[in-house]
């Protein structure tokens, strides 16, 4: 099983800033990995998927890099609407894994 | 417009088996692979199973032999059934549909639905 690791847990930030997320794979994933934000009460929601390309409908200003092991999420410039859990997961090998999310909380 | 309603969540006992619906609309439950997922309270997401267009299904490792997913085309639906529960598949549970063209990235989801076991 692959196992991706998110950091930080959590990231205090204001809106206006830029929040990097970073999710590391035990093993490469190539360029398989995606990332999700689901708000309280809410399903998640798909921004990223294999490594860089944006979802339906996603702002601009998220940003996925990366490839192998290491990937990042950027948010250019927070919104108050981004204050959110974010996850990773990747889809190269069974099962599906999910990282354990990272937490974006207003500074 | 993509909707996505599950149903069917319930306080079980350890043992117990139960059978979660995912009722679709704005698409064909045939014509898309579908996913189950799962997020204990407070906690990370799991992915549970999928079902893709073909027919072909895979399991995570905590449920194999004991979850099934299935669909019903003429309704429309996606099940999930569930025997020998466990107080760990204590979970809100998501059907999700794959987006099309990316098999295995999950773009439509629905609201949850809440499976309980204890005794």
């Known amino acids: 099983e692959i196992v991706l690791t998110q950091s930080p847990a959590t990231l205090s930030l204001s809106p206006g800033e830029r929040a990097t997320l970073s999710c590391r794979a035990s093993q490469s994933v190539s360029s398989y990995l995606g990332w999700y934000q689901q708000k309280p009460g809410q399903a998640p929601r798909l921004l990223i998927y294999?490594?860089?390309n944006r979802a339906t409908g996603i702002p601009a200003r998220f940003s996925g890099s990366g490839s192998g092991t290491d990937f990042t999420l950027t948010i250019s410039t927070l919104e108050p609407e981004d204050f959110a859990v974010y996850y990773c997961?990747?889809?190269?090998?069974?099962?599906?894994?999910f990282g354990g999310g990272t937490k974006v909380e207003i500074k | 417009e993509v909707q996505l309603v599950e149903s069917g969540g319930a306080l079980i006992q350890p043992g117990g088996s139960l059978r979660l619906s995912c009722a679709a609309s704005g698409f064909t439950v045939s014509s898309d692979s579908m996913t189950w997922v799962r997020q204990t309270p407070g906690k990370g997401l799991e992915w549970v199973s999928i079902?893709?267009?073909?027919?072909?299904?895979y399991y995570g490792d905590s449920v194999k032999g004991r979850f099934t997913i299935s669909r019903d085309n003429s309704k429309n639906t996606l099940y999930l059934q569930m025997n020998s529960l466990r107080a760990e598949d204590t979970a809100v549970y998501y059907c999700?549909?794959?987006?099309?063209?990316?098999?295995?990235?999950?773009?439509?989801w629905g609201q949850g639905t809440l499976v309980t076991v204890s005794s």
């Open positions: 294999d490594a860089s």
């Open positions: 997961q990747q889809r190269l090998s069974w099962p599906l894994t």
């Open positions: 079902i893709y267009s073909g027919g072909g299904t």
């Open positions: 999700a549909k794959t987006m099309t063209g990316a098999n295995n990235w999950f773009d439509s």
